[in-house]
């Protein structure tokens, strides 16, 4: 069974660490591509975060990291970029893994609108707008004033929408996303958040704001932190994430739910969930509870579904075999 994890970090690391082989496993990476083989991962999403430990970060960061995405697993022979509907559909059809470029925060852009079409020409295809804290787009979840965005964020989403860049909510202040809603016309994700009705941390989403990712038509990818699982416990077992599962369905998201790991992301795991190789855990407690088709949809379907229709289409359709119009 196929799998999309809709958010990882190992990007960063790996741009951190020369050191580090994306080929191989490793104590240090919990995403690499022998993992991802042995878990089924069909495409996954890689952020680029610039750690807040880099002093004067800056777009050269960006363009660092891209070099590593495009060395270290681009190049690989057995992963393959996606920047397309048609892309996603040729790697279905192969043995490859697909692997798409996200940005995590917009700090290191510092407003400059030129930077995020420069971005989209590089290949980026999500974008999550903020981190925990403020930028100059907008504030994230955890800056206290809980602002929403600001005249150069708003200039900043029509560009995003123009270039037709998924704008990813996971980290947005809750004054921003009900703003993104009034203002954003076009189906958005929470690519790494949980339900506050089961674990009631700021990061995860309310009850309204999940009600709003399913009217938009967008995604929400459940994430594997044990603290935006659930609160207060040392060991947090599979059992509690599907707990969220069963309340995003409950109100009528079960055509909205994947998965966004987080992983090398977090310093603390779940119990069984130690790296991507350990998806198949996921597989085995979803199959207790769901049909077949219904795990299938979690795991590959939904997001299938989802970028599919909101990646951009081939620039030059000669070049595709896949009738999109079919799909």
Request: negative net charge; contains cysteine.
């Amino acid at each position: 069974m196929r799998i999309v994890d809709a958010h990882c970090d190992a990007l960063t690391k790996l741009a951190l660490n020369e050191r580090l082989d994306f080929d191989r496993e490793q104590e240090e990476l919990d995403v690499c591509f022998p993992r991802l083989r042995q878990a089924g991962v069909k495409v996954q999403l890689f952020a680029m975060y610039v750690s807040e430990s880099i002093r004067n970060s800056g777009f050269d960061h960006i363009l660092h990291m891209i070099d590593v995405f495009n060395r270290k697993i681009g190049r690989h022979p057995q992963m393959q970029i996606i920047r397309t509907s048609e892309d996603w559909l040729k790697v279905e059809a192969s043995s490859k893994i697909g692997a798409i470029l996200t940005l995590e925060g917009l700090d290191a852009l510092g407003g400059n609108l030129a930077y995020i079409r420069l971005l989209h020409e590089l290949g980026v295809r999500a974008i999550g707008l903020t981190w925990n804290y403020a930028n100059w787009a907008a504030d994230g979840v955890m800056e206290p004033r809980n602002g929403g965005f600001t005249r150069k964020g708003r200039g900043m989403l029509k560009e995003l929408e123009s270039l037709g860049i998924i704008v990813d909510v996971s980290h947005l202040s809750v004054a921003a996303f009900w703003e993104l809603t009034n203002v954003y016309p076009k189906p958005f994700i929470a690519s790494h958040s949980n339900a506050q009705a089961h674990c009631a941390h700021p990061r995860n989403l309310s009850d309204d704001q999940i009600k709003a990712i399913i009217t938009c038509k967008g995604m929400m990818g459940l994430t594997f932190v044990p603290y935006f699982v659930e609160s207060g416990k040392e060991h947090v077992p599979i059992s509690a994430l599907l707990n969220h599962i069963d309340h995003v369905c409950a109100l009528g998201g079960e055509k909205h739910i994947g998965f966004g790991s987080d992983f090398d992301g977090i310093e603390q795991w779940m119990v069984n969930l130690r790296h991507t190789g350990d998806y198949a855990n996921i597989r085995e407690a979803l199959s207790k509870s769901y049909t077949e088709t219904q795990v299938e949809a979690f795991l590959y379907g939904n997001w299938r579904r989802f970028m599919v229709a909101n990646l951009p289409r081939c620039k030059n359709p000669d070049q595709s075999n896949f009738d999109m119009d079919t799909i």
